[in-house]
């Protein structure tokens, strides 16, 4: 059974940074890319990030382009989503999900102070 757990949200500043991570079981790990997404009150999800299986390729949506930063351990079936230089807009529920799979968390909430 897939198992996705995602953590580290929390509230910060303007310009100040969260590092989340999406610890995940069930599955061979390094053999699936993972996606990062968002939700924000009111609107649908939108993917943000993707980190691959080869040479741990990314790929970003333009929102979060040169701020946020996708990376994975899988010694540690773990991934990662580094946001800097965070904004009011980049308030919403994260969550990750492994390509091929219909897995996800419970997501964690990221907000940033007026």
């Known amino acids: 059974q897939v198992k996705i757990v995602e953590s580290g949200g929390g509230l910060v500043q303007p310009g100040g940074s969260l590092t989340l991570s999406c610890t995940a079981s069930g599955y061979p790990f390094s053999d699936f890319a993972m996606a990062w997404y968002r939700q924000a009150p009111g609107k649908e999800r939108v993917e943000i990030a993707t980190i691959g299986t080869i040479r741990d390729l990314q790929t970003y949506d333009e929102s979060v382009k040169g701020r946020f930063t996708a990376s994975r351990d899988n010694a540690k079936n773990t991934a990662y989503l580094q946001m800097n230089n965070l904004r009011p807009e980049d308030k919403a529920g994260y969550l990750c999900?492994?390509?091929?799979?219909?897995?996800w968390g419970k997501g964690t909430q990221g907000a940033v102070s007026a």
């Open positions: 999900r492994p390509r091929r799979t219909n897995s």
